[in-house]
């Protein structure tokens, strides 16, 4: 499915979801890189090592979330734009996640911009929490975003402007 629509599939998903919502924190990265491919900039950019590439650099990552201190770090120095970071304790009713963004205009704190689904259509307004967008970000800003918790599991990405 991945490979004909671009869009992943409901159950690899659902348990790269699972995976972070059953740690005891329910926050952290989550990898979204389905295909071995020879790339580990999201495993020597983490700070605490919480990303494993084994055996070799042509392993799919993954996470210890144990490790993981939902930073962000990685989500920037993803070349595939594969990770997203969830924080499932922001508040009652939203999710605060992290996403990689390169696009322009770039949003500013405070700003209500569009919340857009894996199949790219319009599903909700999300808030922008905190954007990062410095020198070590190298053109691809971290923008911090709350996403209502009822749109989490779809949600990927945000629309600014008109
Ligand atoms: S969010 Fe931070 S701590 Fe977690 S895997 Fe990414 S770089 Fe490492
Ligand atoms: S940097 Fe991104 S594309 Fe490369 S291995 Fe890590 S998650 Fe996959």
Known sequence: MLEKTGIVT????DSKINELLSSPKRKGAILECYEEIPCNPCSTSCPTNAIIIKPDINA???IDYE???ACGICVYNCPGLAILV???NYSESKVLFKISYELLPIPNNGDIVKGISRSGKEICDVEV????NGNKQDHTSLISVAVPKE???EFVT???GV
């Not at 409901?10 to 998903?13: K, M, Q, S």
């Not at 929490?129 to 990062?132: A, C, L, M, N, S």
């Open 10 to 13: 409901r159950d690899r998903l």
């Open 60 to 62: 799919k990552p993954e």
């Open 151 to 153: 749109h989490f599991k």
């Open 86 to 88: 969830l924080d499932m």
């Open 67 to 69: 490790k993981c201190t």
């Open 129 to 132: 929490v905190k954007v990062i």
């Open 158 to 160: 945000i629309k600014v």
